[in-house]
């Protein structure tokens, strides 16, 4: 793959790090953790994978959890010039 192409994933992309020790904290499965990550035009965008049973723990009470590390992971990005977010897929059913 090539640098411009929008399926790349670095391995350095803002706030990949931190969501990794982040998530890897936070969850009972955290071998169930997938990230993937995609840079294109619009900017970076880390999608998180976890076991139906940590979900809760990652939303939070009231989206409070999750909030806030899309929040830090908007912070890290904008030190490089970059718009980082965050999207969670649910699990499978």
Known sequence: ???TDPTTEPKEAPGLAFLQFALEELLEDKDQLKIETKV???GVLHTIS???RDMGKVI???GQT????RTLIR???S????RVNLKILEPAA
């Open 50 to 52: 976890v076991s139906e």
């Open 75 to 77: 912070i890290l990005g």
């Open 60 to 62: 939070g009470k009231g």
């Open 40 to 42: 294109d035009d619009l």
């Open 79 to 82: 030190q490089s010039a970059q």
């Open 66 to 69: 999750i909030k806030a590390l």
């Open 1 to 3: 793959m090539t640098a």
